[in-house]
């Protein structure tokens, strides 16, 4: 299981069974207890860094980008 999927199946197992969501609370932490035994992911490392504050892009980058994902995204749907 590559570590995308590893992280995609820890939030979706949090989201499902969080209590302050509805859960059962035993069963969310006897299923936390069984994600920690396992080691981290290398790139999970990266969560760890200081976050850096910068300054927000021109419009016309904002613009762009957002065309670049758009059509990216409806790519990957059909």
Excluded: Q
């Excluded at 590559?2 to 979706?12: K, L, M, Q, T, V």
């Excluded at 989201?15 to 207890?33: I, K, L, N, S």
């Excluded at 490392?45 to 300054?55: G, I």
């Amino acid at each position: 299981m590559s570590p995308d999927d590893e992280r995609a199946a820890f939030r979706a197992f949090v989201r499902d069974h969080h209590p302050d969501r509805g859960g059962d609370p035993e069963v969310f932490v006897a299923g936390m207890a069984r994600f920690r035994e396992g080691p981290p992911p290398d790139d999970w490392a990266r969560y760890d860094a200081p976050v850096e504050v910068t300054t927000p892009l021109p419009l016309p980058v904002r613009v762009a980008v957002a065309l670049i994902r758009t059509v990216r995204r409806h790519r990957r749907v059909d």
